[in-house]
Every structure is written in C-alpha cells, then in structure tokens.
C-alpha cells in the first residue's frame, strides 16, 4: 500500500507528520531520515497490517 507523508509542522526538534491515504494516523520523526520507518510503524499499528505492506513517499 502507498502512503503519502507530508510534515505538518516543524517544532521544537520534531517533524509532526500526516498521511493523505489514512488522515486519521499522526505520528512525528525527529530527523528526516526517520520519516518512512516512523509512518511504517504507525500505519502497521493502526491497520493491523506488516510493516513490509507500506511503500512511503515523502512530501516536503
């Protein structure tokens, strides 16, 4: 499943993220780097699905 991530804000030291295809899962990352495997990690949690199912895509 695609997942679009787009940062919301920028605040002190975190990226506060939000995705198009689910816009009820929020999550944050401190680095950019860490976006994909935070938005994994979320998007695993709140459907139930492997984290392997997720190909993310970042917006900035």
Do not use: C, S, W
Not at 1 to 16: P, S
Not at 17 to 32: S, Y
């Amino acid at each position: 499943m695609k997942l679009t991530a787009q940062i919301g804000t920028a605040a002190d030291g975190r990226l506060n993220l939000r995705v198009l295809e689910l816009p009820e899962l929020k999550t944050h990352a401190r680095r950019v780097d860490e976006i994909p495997d935070a938005v994994r990690d979320a998007a695993a949690k709140l459907t139930g699905r492997p984290k392997d199912d997720f190909d993310i895509e970042v917006r900035y």
